[in-house]
């Protein structure tokens, strides 16, 4: 079956601007986690979501980064006002029960000029 | 203190050989327990969950001492295509959270 789907894959832009990172989980998977990963660095936990419940953002880095989970499917990562400093690759991962193993999307490489 | 310390390495070894990693945890609460593989600029994926009894997949090995709170992972006779960054994860199911270590950088060369 299909796996994790991010888009877009690469995203330039300029410092000031919004941008909306997509995930689209494996089917049937209940959790789904955002991280980040800097060049050369380890992955830094973001956001998760598990079902209905309320999700935990205790990993979001300031007020501009937010994120969604619509029908308790896709998801939609958030950053206002980008700065330099939010240029990363921003990785999304599923699992079919929270706790499980992770499988990870491709991740979108942003770039903030 | 971060939760979970692996040496950065890089590793470097040729065909053939035996390697092996560890990787350290802080929180003696944690309870599952993974190694996963990342090739340069790709994501994460899943090599293997470690069991408390040790498990092996092929020509990977992954052990658990949870006394000393450490797991490994050994690979034997390498291949050039484990050349790779080996990722040590650990999941506090208490917080619903999985903290990962840096990564151990294998190079194997012919």
């Known amino acids: 079956g299909a796996g994790v789907s991010q888009s877009p894959s690469n995203k330039v832009t300029e410092k000031g601007k919004d941008v909306e990172l997509r995930c689209d989980p494996i089917s049937g998977h209940t959790a789904l986690y955002w991280y980040r990963q800097s060049l050369g660095q380890g992955l830094e936990f973001l956001i998760y979501f598990q079902g209905n419940s309320a999700p935990d953002k205790s990993g979001l880095p300031s007020d501009r980064f937010s994120a969604e989970r619509t029908g308790g499917s896709v998801s939609t990562l958030t950053i206002q006002r980008t700065q330099q400093e939010d240029s990363a690759v921003y990785l999304c991962?599923?699992?079919?029960?929270?706790?499980?193993?992770?499988?990870f999307g491709s991740g979108t490489q942003l770039s903030v000029l | 203190r971060k939760e979970v310390e692996q040496d950065p390495g890089p590793f470097n070894v040729p065909e053939g050989a035996t390697v092996a990693f560890n990787c350290t945890y802080s929180n003696s609460a944690s309870q599952s327990f993974f190694w996963y593989r990342q090739d340069c600029r790709k994501e994460p994926k899943l090599l293997m969950s470690v069991y408390s009894s040790g498990n092996e997949d092929g020509r990977f090995t992954a052990q658990l001492n949870r006394a000393s709170q450490y797991i490994s992972l050994l690979i034997r006779d390498s291949k050039l295509s484990d050349s790779a960054t080996y990722l040590c994860?650990?999941?506090?199911?208490?917080?619903?959270?999985?903290?990962f270590g840096s990564g151990t950088k294998l190079n194997v060369k012919p």
């Open positions: 994860v650990v999941n506090m199911r208490d917080f619903n959270k999985f903290y």
């Open positions: 991962a599923s699992s079919y029960r929270v706790n499980e193993k992770l499988f």
